[in-house]
């Protein structure tokens, strides 16, 4: 059970490891030699292959870190994942809503059996799901029936598919909103800005989604009350000013 466990954290411990050698400069090469292994073990351990916990602790002592550090870095930070999707990867997203949703749900850190509980989609059904993901190159399957993401959290959606896909089946989540009932949570401000003034709010608009992304995994990790799914929202538009140009009428 220990074992299994910590094969489990590896995958993770060995990912920190490869970020810190990386920064230090230190090459596969490098520790092979250090080591006395061959490079082929060393890339073998440092994707979480093979690797034993006297291993690990030879590789920590090499990059100058205790064990407990590693498995904080593993923890806590976002190691090897790309920034940005293929155009073929957005595409195949934008295809499937069941597809792009368990993606967003397995980036968010939540695990595929949530879809099967929260929504009674068959665990086969989410299983040949899970198979076009990896596929895609966009997970990462790992033991214990785990799932991680490729892709960093922090990508945006910037090109045209998965726009188009959020405009036919999100949007009308919002346009249904009632904004006068007592239970919608929203804030709005009507300001007059110059270009300067727009590129910060685009920079503080991403900044508060990367504050709630980080609200989310507290609420995930520390909160036991019960949990619903919710759409955040932020956007800034030019206002449309004929009617009220028309009021002075």
């Known amino acids: 059970m220990v074992r299994g466990a910590f094969q489990e954290?590896?995958?993770?411990?060995a990912a920190a490891l490869r970020n810190i050698f990386r920064s230090k400069g230190l090459k596969?090469?490098?520790?092979?030699?250090?080591?006395?292994?061959?490079?082929?073990?060393v890339k073998r351990w440092l994707y979480g292959?093979?690797?034993?916990?006297?291993?690990?602790?030879?590789?920590?002592?090499?990059?100058?870190?205790?064990?407990?550090?590693?498995?904080?870095?593993?923890?806590?930070?976002?190691?090897?994942?790309n920034r940005a999707?293929?155009?073929?990867?957005?595409?195949e997203l934008s295809r499937n809503t069941l597809l792009s949703f368990l993606f967003f749900m397995i980036m968010n850190g939540w695990p595929p059996r949530d879809l099967h509980n929260d929504f009674d989609i068959p665990m086969e059904v989410i299983e040949g799901q899970l198979v076009k993901l990896e596929r895609l190159a966009l997970i990462d399957r790992l033991p214990g029936e785990r799932v991680r993401s490729r892709?960093?959290?922090?990508?945006?959606?910037?090109?045209?598919?998965?726009?188009r896909h959020f405009e036919q089946h999100m949007k009308w989540q919002?346009?249904?909103?009632?904004?006068?009932?007592?239970?919608?949570i929203y804030t709005y401000e009507t300001i007059k800005l110059s270009a300067e003034g727009?590129?910060?709010?685009?920079?503080?608009?991403?900044?508060?989604?990367?504050?709630?992304?980080?609200?989310s995994d507290f609420d995930r990790k520390n909160s036991l009350?019960?949990?619903?799914?919710?759409?955040?929202?932020?956007?800034?538009?030019?206002?449309?000013?004929d009617k009220f140009k028309r009021l002075g009428f």
């Not at 090469?29 to 006395?36: C, K």
């Not at 034993?52 to 976002?78: F, P, W």
């Not at 892709?151 to 726009?163: G, L, S």
């Not at 009350?225 to 000013?241: C, E, F, S, T, Y």
């Open 9 to 13: 954290k590896s995958y993770d411990l």
């Open 28 to 41: 596969n090469a490098d520790v092979a030699e250090l080591l006395g292994v061959s490079e082929v073990t």
């Open 49 to 81: 292959r093979g690797l034993t916990l006297n291993r690990l602790m030879e590789l920590c002592h090499l990059a100058d870190v205790t064990l407990g550090e590693i498995a904080e870095k593993g923890e806590g930070e976002s190691c090897d994942l």
């Open 85 to 91: 999707l293929t155009l073929n990867q957005e595409r």
């Open 151 to 163: 892709i960093d959290r922090r990508v945006a959606w910037t090109r045209e598919p998965m726009r």
């Open 174 to 184: 919002f346009m249904d909103m009632d904004f006068g009932s007592v239970d919608s």
């Open 198 to 215: 727009l590129a910060k709010i685009e920079k503080l608009l991403h900044k508060f989604r990367m504050d709630v992304q980080d609200l």
């Open 225 to 241: 009350l019960p949990k619903n799914w919710h759409g955040v929202l932020l956007a800034v538009r030019p206002l449309d000013m």
